[in-house]
């Protein structure tokens, strides 16, 4: 079913960006499920976050600043940011790649998250002019799997790799990290349920400090 043509009466929607959905709210939905004990908790994923303002929508997570929402709350998650992470397993083959030095990352596969809409990406973390080799994906989740596998280095964003690196999956390779002006937002209406206004602390209190800084 169509999450914008599903009946909404007694549902706690949530809607979220597919990729943020899967990697960061997926391991927090019992923490939602928990606080809507009287309603059906429902997860609608759009890209387009018009999609999120309509008035059954409970909360919504999208990324961007206040001012993008003038007539919404913006309670913030977490910075735009994101470092190179890999497997310990490919870590181990390439010690190097602790090392400091940005060539180490030349000297390895490479994964690269490319679309149109990509911020990140190799060339401008290393500075190169020019298109790096290495294996593309327009999916985020897909790279991740590869990253995982041991199959290359991926650069990761914080919110989207927390799971993987409190689970040690993926370990992060380097304390710097690039930072987007934008940022990750829980969006709610001025005047919400005490229910929501639950979730929101919950899933804001949820939030793990630990970046797996090297």
Avoid at 14 to 40: E, F, H
Avoid at 96 to 110: C, K, N, Q, R
Avoid at 142 to 151: F, L, N, V
Wanted: aromatic letters at 12%.
């Amino acid at each position: 079913m169509n999450a914008l043509d599903a009946p909404v009466c007694d549902m706690f929607i949530v809607g979220c960006p597919y990729n943020l959905q899967q990697m960061w709210l997926m391991p927090r939905l019992d923490i939602v499920s928990s606080k809507v004990a009287t309603s059906q908790v429902m997860l609608m994923t759009s890209y387009n976050f018009s999609d999120f303002d309509k008035p059954y929508v409970t909360i919504s997570l999208r990324f961007g600043k206040p001012e993008d929402w003038p007539d919404l709350v913006a309670t913030k998650l977490f910075n735009g940011e994101w470092f190179p992470v890999c497997s310990p397993g490919f870590l181990e083959s390439h010690p190097t790649l602790l090392s400091g030095d940005p060539s180490a990352f030349l000297e390895v596969p490479l994964l690269h998250f490319s679309t149109p809409e990509a911020i990140d990406s190799w060339e401008s973390w290393l500075g190169v002019d020019g298109k790096l080799d290495g294996q593309r994906f327009s999916n985020y989740l897909s790279m991740i799997h590869e990253t995982i596998a041991g199959r290359g280095i991926a650069l990761a964003w914080i919110g989207f790799i927390e799971e993987h690196l409190r689970l040690g999956h993926v370990v992060r390779l380097t304390p710097m990290s690039r930072r987007h002006d934008n940022s990750f937002y829980i969006v709610t209406g001025k005047t919400i349920s005490p229910v929501a206004r639950e979730v929101v602390k919950a899933l804001v209190d949820s939030i793990d400090d630990y970046a797996g800084q090297p």
